[in-house]
């Protein structure tokens, strides 16, 4: 098995109120990633500013946290080979009108704002370790095997 990464992912406000939370999942599963910590829980202000830090400077921030702020999310932490890579290329484009068919964004939704998943960043190294540790104590993290393992992996 080669090493094993871990990635932040969230499931939105809108990808929460439109009952899309276990199809995500499902997708994760199927693929042979790990889940190894989730948490259901209304983002407070604070806590979608410096997640979102990024941004602050962008026109589209206030906007953007009052999204993330007007409903619950499902923040997961994922595993396995090449994880934060391969979770981005599976949600697809950040705009769901630019985003493949087969992918979260280009199966589930259409508007900019809207885009049902966040994902840490592959070209942005250490912000998964950033986003799990901003989200997650790390008693909350589970050192588990999936029976499946040895068959998902030489
Ligand atoms: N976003 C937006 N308007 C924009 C650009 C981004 O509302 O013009 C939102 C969108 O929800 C996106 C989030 O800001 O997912 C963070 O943007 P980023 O460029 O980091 O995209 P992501 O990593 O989510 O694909």
Redesign the pocket.
Known sequence: MSEQERTFVMV?PDGVQRGLIGDVISRFEDRGLKLVAAKFKQIDRDLAEEH?G??ED???FD??VD??TSGPVMAMVWEGQDAVRQV?GM?G???PAESAPGTI?GDLGLD????V???S?HEDPGSNEREIELFFDDEELVDWERVDETWLYE
């Open positions: 939105k979102y990024e941004h962008k026109p589209f906007g953007l999204f993330i981005r949600m484009e950040t705009d964004r900019l704002g809207r885009n998943i966040h994902g960043d």
